[in-house]
């Protein structure tokens, strides 16, 4: 499978459908405000089913059947494709390009890499990788920069560098609990 374009949303609601098949109400309560996943990056229900219409036209999931809703219609259940699973593992392990992606993408991997109960330290790693060569550039760029206002800009994308750094040294690599209860 070519390398997915998908929205941070698109991609957070593929990767909770290939843990297993579920329907879009489960999915949106994970990701609802204050939630597991909505703690961090927040998808409003409709998102959550504009998602899987598009995940669903795009091949990447598909009605595998339904059940009955407490009060309401039927839900349909939905699981990841076998070549859509393997995207999703492929993508959990690929860190941020973007020092402004750390907060959101980042910070989501590394929860779903939680559910998964699988280790970050792989992902942890290759993204200390890509800070340092951020940092590198930066820093060439603020010794290049002519006046104090381009200065004062790199020096705070700088500090921004090392709050990511913080971050990545605050993530437990040998923590890796499942959150996903069985049954």
């Not at 330290?121 to 200390?128: I, P, T």
Request: one cysteine or more; glycine letters at 4%; hydrophobic letters at 45%.
């Amino acid at each position: 499978m070519e390398q997915l374009d998908l929205p941070l949303a698109e991609w957070i609601v593929l990767a909770l459908m290939a843990e297993r098949p579920s329907h879009g109400f489960a999915i949106a309560a994970l990701t609802a405000e204050g939630a597991e996943i909505g703690e961090f990056w927040y998808i409003s229900r409709p998102m959550v089913y504009r998602s899987i219409t598009r995940l669903v036209e795009r091949g990447l999931i598909t009605a595998v059947g339904s059940e009955e809703g407490n009060r309401g219609p039927q839900r349909m259940i939905y699981a990841a494709t076998r070549s859509a699973k393997s995207t999703v593992t492929r993508w959990l392990s690929e860190p941020v390009t973007e020092l402004f992606d750390v907060r959101a993408e980042l910070t989501c991997k590394l929860l779903l890499l939680q559910r998964r109960a699988t280790s970050p330290a792989r992902l942890v790693e290759r993204q200390r990788i890509v800070i340092d060569e951020i940092e590198e550039s930066l820093r060439a760029k603020e010794d290049a920069a002519d006046d104090h206002i381009a200065r004062a800009n790199y020096a705070l994308r700088l500090e921004h560098v090392r709050a990511a750094r913080r971050f990545l040294d605050a993530v437990d690599v040998d923590a890796a609990r499942p959150a996903v209860k069985a049954g």
